[in-house]
């Protein structure tokens, strides 16, 4: 850039620079105005297409209707049409659709439950939601070592068989008397977590008036948002074992005079094996189709309500299955331990008295891979 020199009349040498053009930083202001103005609107554009992408819709358990209760339908007007949603009183169910690198996933919203006990208060935990729960299953197919698994976890209560007493099952009023217990926090047992529980549940075994009441049964649990947990053994000839060898040991308890369902010592587990069972092969296809044909009525009875299947089996040879249980719960993640121990363990003819005829009995039928199947734990 030029630069004027001249003499001043003191013979004083004084350069000035000359001024810098105006033009030039304007044109910098607005590039750079232009370059933070392309930044700020693509973030913005990306915000918009993953909101876009993301859609609500309302969870609907099929083949129910919850117009009963007393719950309104609202209109709400979208780009193409006009939907019906179904909103019950007291909770709902969502579904949430998230786009995935593959394929989109779809994530299940359970009920929300603020339950207010009369026997306790909740104190700082009475903004916490609970779940509720009912783990249906049969005797003697593992509900009660799944059961330990998830007491196991620091936020689950999980109170047994509340209905192996009669008194409690004795109409359906009593039914639903012990179940609003239950799940207002106000059944304690050994297993309650109390004011701090994010989930409340029972076992429930198929011959407690579950199958004889299960309209009211399945009525109730709709209304009241429970979640039902099915466990069933896919070996039912184990379990008819393990039937039998129970019922013995209330009559011979074998460990000391005491009857123990469940050990916590291989010694005991050991002690109570040593009992072997004799099957009538006669009557056994009989007995293992009117097992499966109590689970599948089970299934029909309960299919309309938010439910989970399990088998022990699965359990047994892959503890990730306890991650999808607490999902379905929606509970944080945890290790879940138990310190009960198998008793049946190793092959079937190991623990069958008359081994021979229940595998002639066996042989070419739909069950003969019964004999066959093995696992451990």
Request: proline fraction near 3%; aromatic fraction near 10%; include cysteine.
């Amino acid at each position: 850039m030029a630069e004027y020199i001249y003499l001043s009349n003191k013979d004083t040498l004084i350069i000035k620079p000359s001024k810098k053009s105006p033009l030039l930083l304007r044109l910098i202001a607005l590039l750079f105005a232009v370059v933070c103005g392309v930044f700020f609107c693509s973030i913005r554009l990306k915000q918009m297409s993953i909101s876009n992408r993301i859609r609500f819709q309302p969870f609907q358990v099929l083949g129910r209707s919850y117009s009963e209760y007393g719950i309104k339908q609202i209109e709400i007007s979208g780009e193409n049409d006009t939907k019906q949603l179904e909103v019950p009183p007291v909770y709902h169910l969502t579904q949430i659709e998230v786009p995935g690198d593959n394929d989109t996933k779809q994530f299940e919203f359970p009920p929300v439950h603020y339950p207010k006990p009369q026997t306790f208060n909740r104190t700082e935990c009475a903004h916490n939601p609970v779940q509720y729960f009912a783990i249906i299953s049969m005797q003697r197919s593992g509900s009660g070592w799944f059961e330990t698994l998830l007491n196991s976890h620091m936020n689950v209560s999980s109170n047994g068989e509340i209905f192996s007493v009669m008194d409690r099952r004795q109409n359906v009023s009593s039914i639903i008397k012990t179940l609003d217990t239950v799940y207002n926090l106000d059944w304690f047992t050994s297993a309650s977590k109390n004011e701090c529980s994010a989930a409340v549940g029972f076992k429930w075994m198929l011959n407690q008036g579950l199958m004889q009441y299960h309209k009211e049964i399945v009525e109730y649990f709709n209304r009241r948002g429970v979640s039902v947990i099915f466990l069933f053994r896919r070996n039912l000839l184990r379990r008819l074992v393990s039937v039998l060898a129970n019922s013995y040991d209330r009559y011979a308890k074998l460990l000391n005079g005491t009857h123990k369902s469940h050990v916590h010592s291989h010694q005991e587990a050991e002690a109570l094996s040593r009992y072997k069972p004799a099957i009538n092969s006669t009557l056994l296809i009989a007995e293992l189709k009117e097992m499966e044909l109590t689970a599948a009525k089970a299934f029909e009875y309960f299919n309309s309500t938010r439910h989970i299947v399990l088998y022990y089996e699965d359990l047994v040879k892959n503890r990730k299955k306890l991650k999808e249980v607490l999902e379905f719960l929606r509970l944080p993640q945890m290790k879940l331990k138990s310190r009960q121990v198998k008793i049946h363990r190793g092959t079937l003819s190991e623990h069958i008295q008359n081994w021979n005829d229940v595998k002639k009995t066996l042989n070419g039928t739909e069950y003969g891979s019964l004999l066959l199947a093995d696992y451990r734990r």
